[in-house]
């Protein structure tokens, strides 16, 4: 199933009009949606491949390198409930955007940290949450800041995985210290 920016669930009208989505990208997919799955205010996350040059990208060729996509959430959230800006906040305290083409032990240009914007607002806000987080690190920010291309849905599998696989090695060594991270700073707006 495809999904696109401007269109980011197969239902539009399952979403309402009050909603916004973000599409972004910070290493493995399965951490980020891990994380934004426990903020209030987060409606639906949906794992996935943006930013490539083949038509229909698969995890296995994803993961090799060779089609360009990065893995990306597309995070549709309530910004009443929840502000954009802490949104994007919790994308920069939750991976580390300094580092180009790398999250840990994930390499390669998949696991790029970028933004995918679907309008001049959304890429304003990107670029005013760069700025802002700036300080937070010692070295230059090189998150990507790109209009949105097509966004291809994962694979069932890769969907909610944290929750469905807690006690697997990666899960418990790559993303619960993710979700340690999002307790300590952003403990208000978590409903676990």
Not at 22 to 30: E, S, T
Not at 35 to 48: A, E, F, L, P, Q
Request: proline share 7%; aromatic share 12%; hydrophobic share 35%.
């Amino acid at each position: 199933m495809t999904r696109t920016a401007e269109n980011p669930t197969t239902e539009p009208a399952a979403i309402p009009q009050a909603t916004r989505t973000f599409i972004l990208a910070g290493g493995c997919f399965w951490c980020l949606d891990a994380v934004y799955r426990k903020i209030r205010g987060v409606t639906d996350v949906v794992s996935g491949y943006i930013g490539g040059h083949t038509p229909d990208p698969a995890y296995r060729e994803v993961c090799a390198g060779t089609t360009g996509h990065a893995e990306a959430v597309a995070v549709t959230f309530d910004p009443v409930a929840v502000p954009e800006d802490v949104v994007l906040d919790i994308f920069f305290a939750t991976h580390d955007p300094t580092t180009p083409n790398r999250q840990g032990y994930d390499v390669g240009t998949q696991y790029r940290s970028a933004m995918f914007y679907v309008d001049g607002e959304q890429e304003q806000l990107f670029r005013t949450a760069i700025e802002r987080n700036q300080d937070n690190w010692s070295a230059p920010i090189v998150t990507e800041v790109t209009r949105a291309p097509r966004f291809h849905e994962a694979e069932e599998v890769h969907q909610d995985f944290y929750a469905r696989n807690p006690w697997e090695g990666y899960c418990q060594v790559i993303i619960n210290p993710k979700l340690a991270k999002a307790r300590k700073y952003y403990s208000q707006w978590l409903v676990d």
